[in-house]
């Protein structure tokens, strides 16, 4: 199953998020698996895992980790991304799942 990869400093805040977006995905049809993990752990799932994953955003307060992270999801060829704030903070599962979409031109 193709993979949306989300992290964040912890992996708490997002995981809330990705509860949200699982149920907006199956209201979509979509097949997608959404994980929810801490911006250290993303460099051994990328390297673990890299053929099942088609997207990665990170935590509005990441920000300052994109352009490292970036240069490891190249190595794939997976597109990165941060999560729009304002969907974050309010929990917009709609529009983050617009946004993924987005990134994999879906």
């Known amino acids: 199953m193709k993979q949306?990869?989300?992290?964040c400093?912890?992996?708490m805040s997002t995981s809330l998020l990705?509860?949200?977006?699982r149920k907006e995905a199956l209201e979509r049809s979509l097949d997608f698996d959404f994980i929810a993990i801490s911006e250290q752990l993303l460099y051994q799932h990328l390297?673990?895992?890299?053929?099942?994953i088609i997207a990665v955003l990170l935590g509005p307060q990441m920000r300052f980790a994109l352009d490292e992270s970036k240069k490891q999801?190249?190595?794939?060829?997976i597109p990165i991304d941060i999560i729009d704030p304002v969907a974050y903070g309010t929990m917009n599962a709609s529009k983050?799942?617009?946004q993924i979409l987005q990134m994999i031109k879906a």
């Open 47 to 52: 390297n673990s895992d890299s053929d099942n």
């Open 96 to 98: 983050v799942l617009d």
């Open 73 to 77: 999801t190249e190595k794939f060829g």
């Open 9 to 11: 400093a912890g992996g």
């Open 4 to 7: 949306v990869i989300f992290a």
């Open 18 to 21: 990705v509860n949200k977006i």
